[in-house]
């Protein structure tokens, strides 16, 4: 029996629920369509600072669908994917500034290392299961922060500078415009999107689905459970270290502060906000986490207090998130 089949049959206790996906392609890509069309017109007729916002929600939206795909999709709640976001920025800083290597042999030299070093600790990471798994997350992300901080060829605790951005002067442009770099990463973030649709959506997904649904369902039906989680992991890593490229090339920086457990806790806060396994979920939790906490922070200095009460107001009476209460609401209208 196919793993869709599985999801379908809710009669038994225990019973699997459907991915929570568009109904159609069609419906999915029209969505989609809107989303794309309204960041492309963004520079148009906004201000060089909500460009500035822009970048930093689709960054975080890169950040926070890793997230997704492990929590939302998978199941496991893990508060370490920060070592990745870590990995991704460092990764291209050795390979462009120490090494002398160009961008485009560093940035995919980089995810390849991720993947394989993501597969190692998820082989490790996914032998546990909830509280267990979400603290062995933690101490991996822990260790690798303070080995970042105290290697002194990565200038430690002050991080490294000089991160290039991509070369795009065959296209008579530079990517050192603002606005030239928001185009790169809005195309970044769609591929990922994309990427993360065509996964969630294939037969993959639906073995995901079920793992979080009801994990020994799937292993009586012979699934390598073991395998489809390290695969899981690793996947939500990669989509991690892009972020991180894409905040350090940002930044021209990265530090250790990248990779630690409060970033963690921001992205896990992101998927929760916008709505866990949705595909378009931790883009809208990364616009609501970074306009409001900037807008708290220009009306007080105590701006954490009030936005965790926001968070638990969101919490309360958004269930399943802003787009999954929207989600319901035009259902409930229909």
């Known amino acids: 029996m196919s793993a869709d089949a599985v999801l379908t049959r ?17 419906a999915f890509a029209a969505l989609f369509a809107a989303f794309a069309a309204g960041l492309c017109a963004l520079p148009s007729f906004s201000s060089g600072y909500v460009m500035t916002l822009a970048v930093e929600v689709m ?42 290597w160009p961008l485009w042999v560093s940035a995919p030299v980089t995810l390849v290392v991720v993947a394989a070093i993501a597969a190692a600790i998820g082989a490790i990471c996914t032998r546990t299961r909830g509280v267990e798994f979400l603290l062995i997350t933690l101490a991996f992300s822990q260790m690798f922060y303070g080995a970042m901080i105290k290697l002194r060829w990565t200038n430690g605790s002050d991080g490294m500078t000089g991160i290039p951005r991509p070369d795009l002067s065959w296209f008579g442009v530079s990517a050192d ?74 930044t021209y920086f990265v ?14 806060l992101m998927v929760i906000i916008g709505g866990a396994n949705v595909i378009l979920g931790p883009f809208v939790g990364a616009a609501v986490f970074v306009v409001v906490k900037q807008a708290l922070s220009m009306i007080t200095e105590e701006y954490n207090l009030f936005f965790g009460i926001f968070f638990m107001l969101v919490v309360a009476f958004f269930r399943g998130g802003v787009l999954g209460a929207i989600t319901t609401l035009i259902g409930k209208r229909r």
């Open 10 to 26: 809710e009669k038994d206790v225990g019973g699997l629920k459907r991915l929570p996906l568009p109904k159609s392609r069609r």
């Open 255 to 268: 530090n250790p502060d990248a990779m630690s457990w409060q970033m963690s806790g921001e992205g896990v």
């Open 59 to 100: 960054i975080a939206g890169v950040f926070a669908s890793g997230i997704n795909l492990l929590t939302g999709y998978t199941g496991l709640v893990s508060l370490g994917q920060a070592m990745f976001l870590g990995f991704g920025g460092y990764g291209i800083a050795i390979g462009t500034v120490l090494l002398g």
């Open 177 to 250: 415009n603002p606005t030239v770099f928001y185009y790169y990463v809005l195309a970044v973030a769609v591929l990922a999107l994309l990427m993360l649709w065509r996964i969630v959506t294939s037969p993959f997904g639906s073995v995901l689905v079920g793992i979080r649904e009801n994990e020994r369902r799937m292993m009586s039906m012979g699934y390598a459970v073991a395998n489809y989680k390290i695969g899981s992991f690793a996947l939500a890593a990669v989509i991690c270290a892009v972020a991180g490229i894409l905040q350090s090339q940002y």
